[in-house]
């Protein structure tokens, strides 16, 4: 009789520690979703890394600026990324973050759909994002953007500073985003100055700034005298071109028009003692404000999964960057753009999104 009364004591003190210990595990849980954890992301970068002067060091600010706003750390407890050496990096990369308990992992750029997709399949009880491309998971919330919307408006400045009416345009890699900010800056050019052409040339690469540099050099000889780079750090060599050239010979007037982030800096050069600038303007791609956007959703418990986010001029998504000073019809050009802007976000005006339906566009 004893010892069934002692069996039953060590059922019931049992019992009672399971109960304890599933109560425990509750508000473990309710901590990590909610009030008793911060809100972690982390980044996985392509292999222009958070330097690249463009796509990637945007991103990389937006979750700076997030962390910033919500007393955050860079590192596990935080915000944090990876950077990719290769593409063969991206799906180790994006698990590793998973694995280590962020709340919530990016793949930058469209590169990474096949990874994103990949991981987020093995891993459904973490959250994922992708900018540049759609992922069509319940837990992948996609980013998407109007890059025709910004390169429009910078095809605008570029027709009305051409001195030459020929201007140039420089790829990274053919995909739908670079298609869309050919065909905006194509309008864009068309729109402004119906008299000139445009030399568009494709790198086939994001990170090659030598043949950046060779494309641009050989656009600058045949007296394209504005060129549009939308080709991540292959830009940097149109940049460089740019510079040489005018310290070479500081009459010739040549612009480079920059991409993503402002990239003005990308353009100071010292002439017989003073400073110029070679970036006429920049086409602006705000991969900082929708990725703190999109995180600061999450964390209040909105994330997106499974929808495709887009944004463009009218949720300044995109934009232009400040027009130099040094351009004659500034104040003109500045009004060109404000005008076009104002008709964009009415939606009276649609900006195409692929180079072939450029032909038949016609801005009213």
Not at 77 to 92: E, I, P, R, V
Request: hydrophobic share 35%; glycine share 10%.
């Amino acid at each position: 009789m004893k010892k069934r009364k002692l069996g039953i004591a060590l059922s019931l003190v049992l019992a009672a520690g399971t109960l304890l210990g599933a109560c425990g595990k509750s508000n473990n849980n309710a901590a990590n979703s909610g009030k008793g954890k911060a809100f972690t992301v982390g980044m996985v970068t392509d292999i222009g890394g958070i330097d690249d002067k463009s796509f990637n060091q945007s991103a990389w600010k937006g979750l700076q600026d997030y962390g910033k706003e919500n007393n955050l750390q860079k590192g596990k407890n935080g915000y944090d990324y990876l950077q990719s050496k290769s593409d063969a990096d991206y799906a180790t990369n994006l698990n590793t973050l998973s694995r280590q308990g962020f709340d919530l992992v990016y793949g930058i750029g469209f590169l990474m759909q096949k990874d994103v997709e990949k991981i987020a399949s093995q891993r459904p009880k973490s959250n994922f994002a992708i900018v540049d491309s759609v992922v069509n998971k319940p837990n992948v919330a996609s980013i998407l953007f109007k890059e025709n919307e910004s390169s429009f408006l910078a095809g605008v400045v570029a027709g009305m500073t051409t001195k030459t009416n020929k201007i140039g345009f420089i790829g990274g890699m053919k995909s739908e985003v670079i298609d869309r900010f050919e065909a905006g800056f194509l309008a864009g050019v068309k729109t402004a100055n119906p008299n000139a052409t445009v030399d568009v040339q494709y790198a086939a690469s994001f990170q090659d700034a030598a043949k950046g540099q060779a494309i641009a050099s050989k656009m600058y000889s045949s007296d394209e005298d504005v060129i549009f780079h939308a080709a991540g750090a292959t830009g940097n060599g149109l940049f460089k071109e740019a510079r040489d050239r005018l310290s070479k010979d500081p009459s010739k007037v040549i612009w480079a028009i920059g991409v993503d982030s402002d990239q003005s800096k990308e353009g100071v050069v010292s002439v017989n003692g003073k400073q110029q600038n070679v970036v006429l303007t920049s086409a602006l791609k705000r991969v900082d404000i929708a990725v703190k956007d999109l995180t600061t959703k999450a964390k209040n418990g909105n994330f997106p999964g499974g929808k495709t986010i887009t944004y463009g001029l009218s949720e300044d998504g995109v934009g232009l960057a400040p027009i130099n000073d040094a351009v004659p019809n500034k104040a003109d050009i500045e009004k060109a753009v404000a005008n076009w802007t104002d008709k964009i976000k009415s939606g009276s005006l649609k900006i195409p999104t692929k180079p072939e339906e450029v032909k038949d566009f016609t801005a009213k």
